[in-house]
C-alpha cells in the first residue's frame, strides 16, 4: 500500500491537480443507501463507489495524484492498487478536518500544488468531464461544484498557496459560495455532480453509466426500490 511517502502520478502537466478524496470506514459508510440496498451490499458498494471515483480521476489528464484520506485498512488496499496515495485519518474529527488534513499532506511534498476535495461516491464520474471542471477551476482562487440536489458540494478547490477551506455537510453548497468560493456552473456535468447516497441516487447514477466496479455489484443487486 503506498503511504505518505509514496506517490504514483500521470504525466505531470503544467498545472496539474492533487485531488483529497475522503472515505469513512466501509463499515460505517453508506448508511443511508443500505436501506435500499441491504446491510451487506452496503460496503462493498461503497468501495466500488471510490474504487470507479479513483480510478476516473487517475484517468484524467489535468490530474497529477490522488490522496485518499482512510482508516479503513481494506479501502486502502484496494484503492492504492489503483495508484492512489493513502494516508490515514490522523485528525479522527470528521469530514473536513480529514480534507483540509489531506490537502496538507499533499502541500507538504508539493507546496505549490493545485489541490481540490472530491467525494468519493462519484460512480458514474467522467474523466472528461473532471477536466472540465478543473479547467474553469484553475481560474478561480477557490471554486466548487454543487451535487446534483443543487444543495451538498461534490469539489472544491483551492489554487497554489490558498487554503482549501473544506465545509461539507449539508447544505455546503450555500457554505461555500458565502465563504468567497466562486461556484462552477458549467453544463453536462452529471457525473461530477452525481454523487450516491440512496436508492434513488444509484438510479440515477446507473443512467449516466456506471463504472466498472460499481457495474459488477449493481448488477447482482435486486431492483433498487424506491426510498
Known sequence: MRMEGEIA????????????????????AKSRLGLAVGERSRPGLALAFAQDTVAAALSCALVRDVVVVTDD?????ALSALGARIVPDAPAAGLNAALAYGAAMVRALR??????ALNADLPA????????????ASAFPRAFLRD????????????????????FGGPSGARHLASG???IDLPALGSVRRDVD????????RALGLGPHTARLAASLSPVPDR
Open 9 to 28: 502520478t500521470n504525466t505531470d502537466p503544467a498545472g496539474a491537480w492533487s485531488l483529497v478524496v475522503p472515505l469513512k470506514p466501509l463499515a460505517r
Open 73 to 77: 485498512a481494506v479501502a486502502g488496499a
Open 111 to 116: 507546496p505549490g500544488a493545485r489541490a481540490a
Open 125 to 136: 464520474l467522467r474523466a472528461e468531464e473532471l477536466a472540465r471542471v478543473l479547467d474553469c
Open 148 to 167: 446534483a440536489a443543487g444543495i451538498g458540494t461534490t469539489f472544491l478547490s483551492a489554487a497554489p498557496g490558498v487554503e482549501l477551506r473544506p465545509a
Open 181 to 183: 468560493a466562486v461556484e
Open 198 to 205: 440512496t436508492g434513488e441516487d444509484l438510479r440515477a447514477a
